[in-house]
């Protein structure tokens, strides 16, 4: 279903119409429709709305592998790898889904390469061109990278994805549809995936909100202050993480740069040491 419209009455509730026609009416709405979010350009308007991209290209797609392959993954680690190639390029593999523990070859697995740069969407514009260059990335990397590679199917279907941003820094409050609609999630601060706080943030804006709600549910606040209070705490932590996630980004795709990061030149080990020390 594809959002058409929303509508406030100010006094009881807010109306979503979707293009099919269905019109679905609460207290609030809050838009947690991802990065090209269609809630925050009705909220903030269209203009303010845009995303703003990195020049950082990805692909991003699950699948399955042989049984063998399945089982030899998960062995390495049941959860995710991640790899960083002197060439500029990450390369993720994690486990998506195990609908049927006994049969390895259903298992599916979320894979994530990404890099810098050219080449972009534009310069691999069919499906062919875009498995091709994965698979020649393969033989560059060990073990499992390069069976990996080799073993990605050939009707795999994935885009050149960029890395998209928004940032919550503007003033959405004297919207006509504020407090009754309200933003969350990537629809509130779509930040690069290369440090893991997009999923985190999401949880702690959904925490949040829930208990600013019910706080208006008690009469301990209006549905005006209860909805202030989540997104003065919700933009502050969103635009700090940004930063932090975006020089990750830039980062992770430059070799000589990472290797000054202190993950890299003390280790995570060493990390959580200190901090059971503390």
Known sequence: MRLAS?????????TAVFEDGTRVSGSVLVGCDGAHSTVRKFLVGG???????MDIQMFNVSCTFPKDTAEYLRQIHPIFKNSYHPDGFTWWNSIQDVR??????????????????????????DQKSRLQFWRDRGPKY???WATIGKQLADDLVFPTDRTVMWKPDVD???SPLWPRVTIAGDAAHAMPPFRGQGLNNALQDAAHLIDELK????????LSEAITDYEKEMKERAMTEMKVSILQAETVHQWDRLMEAPFIKHGMNKYQEEQEAK
């Open 6 to 14: 929303v509508t406030v009455d100010q006094e009881h509730s807010v």
């Open 47 to 53: 203009e303010r709305a845009k995303e703003e991209y």
């Open 100 to 125: 049927d523990p006994d049969k390895p070859e259903t298992w599916l697995f979320q894979n994530l390469l990404s890099w810098a740069g050219a080449p972009r969407a534009e310069d691999l514009p």
């Open 142 to 144: 060990a073990e499992p």
């Open 172 to 174: 959405w409050s004297q």
């Open 215 to 222: 706080d208006v549910h008690t009469g301990a606040k209006s």
